[in-house]
């Protein structure tokens, strides 16, 4: 169940049950309310007897006026008290409860009749009133009847207070249901909120403290699953990152260890020779111009490991220019393999093209392709494995594209070394040594120049090792 899910239904079953507490309540005290109504009805009948005897007991009184307390006792027996008044609404006498004075003070402004008794009804409260003359004196004499069913916890009080306080206890009671309900799913939501949360805080210091290897364990269906999910992923690949940066970085530094091995050889070679004609040991011409020979054959192998350098950190600052010039894909091999013949009788190989005369049309820097066949045949060079190497250059078309594979008739390599001679620093062998003395960036250049000029390049075994391009065709203008 997702999280909006779960909140959404948590505040509904909050807000039903504190619903249902208040109409339990509201209930409770309607019938609490429709039983006293019922037991006033009940007592009508008897109470109108009562009422009737009173009032003659009053009457009788304003005849023959007596004292007030035994006008009081005299009442008790109808279940009567009795409050008197002077003329001044001044207390005389009072055995009233409260809730009869407060109707008997409503009262007081009322017009008095000296002639007879005078009835009301109040809240459930039943008053005789009447005026008696004594000592030249008139009183304002109450006799007041209040059910003792009606009192709430042994305290007298009317319907309406009686209300009142109900309502108010209800309110109470269904403001603490409603916090009560609210603290219950409030912490429950809390739990289940803060369950992910703390997950994900703890996965964060570990992270901090270098572990990666432990995930977060939170398999629910919600939104913080996703959550959960997602970073155990980040962390999967922030643990490849690093391990990715550690291996790229072990390589970079064998790559530069190699290379100023590299450039040791040739500089104390040219440096020896300098010397030896210094001191005089290359004492002939012919000596002399072979020692020069030597020194600038050297030195030209130290330039070349200084481009590749320059080009390395070019490429790696993303500072590497592309001219694009439209070039006939096929005339400019042939081009390129007619300037190779010397260089290919001098190291050698033979380099052969593979070409029908059908023209393709291509969009790319002529310096910068160069430099990938280049690299091809140097990797073919170093790494065939024969005798004589013969390294074939095919140009056809596939799907409406220019294709170009450079094949040597060496042993190929395993299909697991395959899988990385495109990557960064990869070397087929790994050792160091004369033949196989490698960067491992000349495969790497090749696939960073072929995909910026829009291309594809990929490597296989097909009675040697081959590598094939493809480049996008334009049309001819």
């Not at 037991?39 to 009173?54: F, G, H, K």
């Not at 010039?325 to 300037?339: A, G, L, P, R, S």
Request: aromatic letters at 10%; hydrophobic letters at 40%.
């Amino acid at each position: 169940m997702t999280m909006r899910k779960r909140i959404f239904l948590s505040n509904t079953a909050m807000v039903l049950i504190s619903l249902l507490i208040l109409f339990g309540i509201g209930g409770c005290s309607v019938l609490l309310f429709k039983d006293e109504f019922i037991n006033v009805i009940e007592q009508n009948a008897v109470l109108s007897e009562q009422t009737y005897d009173v009032q003659t007991l009053l009457m009788e009184n304003q005849k023959n006026p007596s004292d007030w307390e035994e006008l009081s006792k005299q009442l008790e027996g109808y279940h009567f008290e009795l409050y008197v008044s002077d003329q001044n609404q001044n207390k005389q006498y009072s055995n009233v409860r409260h809730s009869e004075k407060e109707c008997i003070e409503e009262l007081e402004d009322s017009e008095f009749t000296s002639e007879k008794v005078q009835l009301y009804s109040m809240e459930s409260v039943t008053i005789a009133k009447c005026i008696v003359k004594m000592k030249g004196e008139d009183y304002y004499v109450y006799a007041t009847y209040y059910p003792g069913e009606l009192s709430l916890w042994g305290m007298d009080r009317g319907m309406f207070e009686m209300f009142i306080i109900v309502f108010a206890i209800a309110g109470i009671i269904v403001i603490a249901g409603l916090l009560l309900c609210c603290q219950l799913f409030t912490r429950s939501m809390i739990r289940r909120i803060m369950k992910p949360v703390d997950e994900l805080n703890q996965a964060a210091l570990r992270i901090n403290d270098g572990n990666l290897n432990e995930s977060i364990q939170y398999d629910a269906d919600d939104e913080f699953g996703e959550v959960c999910h997602t970073f155990n992923e980040m962390q999967l690949h922030l643990k490849e990152g690093i391990e990715k940066t550690e291996k790229y970085e072990k390589a970079r530094t064998e790559m530069i260890s190699g290379i100023s091995h590299d450039l040791r050889t040739p500089l104390t070679s040219v440096k020896g020779f300098i010397k030896g004609m210094m001191d005089g040991i290359a004492n002939t011409p012919e000596k002399k111009q072979q020692y020069l020979q030597i020194s600038y054959q050297k030195a030209c192998d130290m330039e070349v490991l200084l481009q590749k350098l320059f080009f390395f950190s070019k490429l790696e600052t993303g500072n590497m220019p592309f001219f694009v010039q439209k070039v006939e894909f096929t005339q400019w091999i042939h081009k390129y393999v007619d300037e190779k013949e010397l260089e290919s009788t001098d190291k050698g190989y033979e380099l052969v093209i593979d070409a029908s005369e059908k023209k393709h049309w291509v969009s790319i820097d002529v310096d910068q392709m160069k430099r990938v066949l280049d690299n091809l045949i140097e990797n073919s060079m170093k790494y065939a494995q024969t005798d004589v190497l013969k390294i074939i250059i095919h140009v056809s078309d596939e799907n409406g594209q220019a294709v170009i594979r450079v094949q040597d008739n060496g042993a190929g390599l395993s299909e697991e070394k395959l899988a990385f001679v495109f990557d960064q620093f990869y070397r087929g062998d790994e050792s160091r040594n004369s033949k196989n003395d490698g960067s491992g960036l000349g495969l790497y250049v090749c696939k960073y120049i072929v995909e910026q000029q829009k291309g594809s390049i990929k490597a296989y075994n097909e009675d040697g090792f081959v590598v094939k391009i493809i480049l996008p065709e334009i049309e001819e203008e």
